[in-house]
């Protein structure tokens, strides 16, 4: 049983961080050279880690699976970046961010990791525009905002819609200086397959280097993973193909707890799916939804294209239902009301699954070039995939996989219960309960890696003694070699006759349709018979072309997928064992007489954090209890 | 203007670069790719068609991809002859089957540059465009030390020209595109971002000269203005970088040849 303490700081609320941050352990500035730390992931939470670090003085060693960390999904990020500077005068504060982001998550996050994430928001800006990132700003020279999703205020930063992108390369670039600087020993085209743990702490990983096929063992003082998140479970997501789950599985599966798996974000606005040759769901930004309108016909089957739809037939879904929020509705909230439209008979394109974002009521109003100036780059990319031009015609989105709130149990100082193993980013599950809301993902990446982090693992790091860092001749790297060898040969010496992509294609359907938007009892029974079958199907019959020495994607690919099948299992047995609907986990037996989400804050206000106990043995089901100090838990209300 | 082809499907014949690895030699090989839906990105058709060879027991095609939607830079593949392939301001992933049709022959290869070895089929080492970002292409801000984001104005016009130059996704197109597989529109295009910003001036001289002169030790070569470097742009970076930072290097080569050298300041405190 594995002994989950959060580690929460006594104290008022607004007062815990800044409490904790004077009574955490130093390491004293000529003693950080002596501490390695290994980073593996370069997105926004890695690159910020590794390089605030090795500012600090610490040397970091790090691993990423991409050429280059500049290609980290954190890029593709679009609609902007949160903050609580009340730069617009509309009553924002630290408080109110911290509320909207705590009752975006259906009250299923901790209040002292979201109240800190509200407070270093306004760092990060600070941070970032240091570094160069060009977000938007007005004519005087000031910084612009916009709106996103669960917030009444104008608080998200922008850069265009490539937000991501610049964060991204804001970190980069603070990464490659710290490397040509000799700081930082960076690693690319490395992929971390496993973790060593020696007497009870995280001290080490091992690498397969995929363009040469050479496994090397790396030990370390500490380990930090900021790998990202694991929607590429389903096949079809918005996620960058590369993007997996295999750092943080096998960290499971040496012993790591994983949290909430079952909370997954599916986004409202993304492009429909055309077909079953299709790789890749393209996500239109939220920030769409400040100007645009999402309706659906009102008689289901309406052949009609859009222009011929007179007003009156029209239903404005979201504005109707939610009033207040209209448009900008939280994700799952906005979603579930497209799936029921779609449900029903209204969905509009050729497949049905679909509903229409329409520009025409912004476009009458503020004129075309201003719509091109804030959207321009979405639309092109609309165009370029659709060959549909949506200054004409409205767009047409569907719902699909975009984030995992679930991850890896962290501590508040990040910390996962392997000692010395922390967790940042998207990989971890602190932050976001069981919905994030619109550009809470980049505030959340940059807050663990610039101004978490660089206090919280030096509270550790004080208590290792230096220079303890075990050699990679010990017996546990060796283990840990001849496994991840192990696994290679295994999929190597298959030599089935179905490809890695059948399998990927197949588990992502039992995904989608059992553990998706809405989930019922008997459909993730019926997943939980599926995914092993699946497995023991991928096991005898899988085709992995090649050799495991030179580079080999396909390898790669099966590697990861065999890690989503047995991580889909898990995903299904979390939604089943919780019998409650919250945020993005909604259970159709648990719903309110309007088809809200009905949560159980008797039985389920709690996180539930999976310990691996044995491929041959159920996992078992640990939980922290979520005590609420300071706010009341209450029905989530857009209405 | 690309031509759309809104047939259903179609078939075409791939030649296609394969090299087993960065020391042997590489040849085109010709693979039919049938069936094909014109709403297919070419990254998905050659999904297809690899699950096809490792069916018939060949090595499927190795082709660096990631997002898939424009922004990671990995995608890089020359098509007909044109790095990124048909379609203006797009990348690789962002092209379309349906701006080909039914019996052509598509000719894939890498991007070819000496600074960009081929590591396998497809697949290239662009490691050399980091190593100029570690050079210098960056503003030395620790976590922490920021001032107030607000504190320094930033002119719109200003703030906009950094941020079309800051949308370079580092995909060595326009190397690829050059005769002379120059990178000065990658390294200007960096070097103006971060110029155009005020708080990028401390750095200004340093970063240039940096910059350029570690591009021109990895071997990439000189530009002769002929601008297929932009043509060839996903993100139709303009080549007035290019310009831009040439003056920016002639200034910063003036100043750095002609600068008294600073006193020693550094030393311990009492």
Redesign the interface.
Known sequence: MATLNSKIPTGPLAEKWRKHKTEIKLVNPANKRKYEVIVVGAGLAGA?AA??LA?LGYKVKCFVF????????S??AQGGINAA?N?QNDGDSVHRLFYDTLKGGDYRAREANVHRLAEVSV?I????????V??????????ANRSFGGAQVSRTFY??G?TG??LL?GA???L??T??AGAVD?H?NSEMLDLVVVNGQAKGVIIRNL?TGVISRHSADAVILATGGYGNVFNLSTY???SNTTAIWRAYKRGACMANPCYTQIHPTCIPV??D????L??MSESLRNDGRIWAPKKSGDARTAADIPESDRDYFLERLYPSFGNLAPRDIASRAAKRVCDEGRGVGTTGLGVYLDFADAIGRLGEPAVRERYGNLF??YH??T?ENAYKAPMRIYPAVHYTMGGLWVDYNLMSNIPGLFVLGEANFSDHGANRLGASALMQGLADG??VI?YTVGDYLAGQKSGSRPSTDGAEFKQAEDNVRGLSNRLLATKG?Q?V??FHKKLGKIIWDHCGMSRTKAGLESALQKIPALREEFNATV?V??SAE??N??LEKAGRVADFIELGELMCRDALTREESCGGHFREEHQEADGECKRDDQNFAHVAAWEYQGDSKSPLRNTEPLNYEFTKMSVRNYK | MVAVNTQKLFSVTLRVWRQAGPAQPGKFVEYPAKDLNPNMSFLEMLDVVNDELAAQGIEPIAFAHDCREGICGTCSCTINGKPHGPGKGVATCQTYMRSFSDGDTIVVEPFRARAFPVIKDLVIDRAAFDKIQQAGGFITARAGSAPEANALPIAKGDADLAMDAAQCIGCGACVAACKNASAMLFVSAKVSHLGLLPQGQAERDRRVLAMVNTMDALGFGSCTNQYECSAACPKLISHDFIARMNRDYVKASFRSAFKAAPANTSGGGA
């Not at chain 1, 991409?66 to 999904?73: G, I, Q, T, V, Y």
């Not at chain 1, 800006?125 to 160069?132: E, L, R």
């Not at chain 1, 040759?277 to 890749?280: C, F, G, I, L, N």
């Open positions: 910020s390089s605030s500012d991409h050429d280059s960390p500049r290609r980290a999904h890029i593709a500077k730069y760092n800006i600070d941070q970032c525009v240091a570094q160069g060009p977000f938007a700003r007005e004519y005087g020279g000031l910084l850069a265009r490539q992108q610049q390369l980069y670039s603070a490659s200086r490397v040509g960076l690319t363009v960058a193909r590369g055309s077909g040759y299709q790789s890749k393209t996500l092109d990319i370029e995939i060959a610039y101004f660089p006759k490809p992509s059948y085709n072309p090649g030179t580079l994607q396909s």
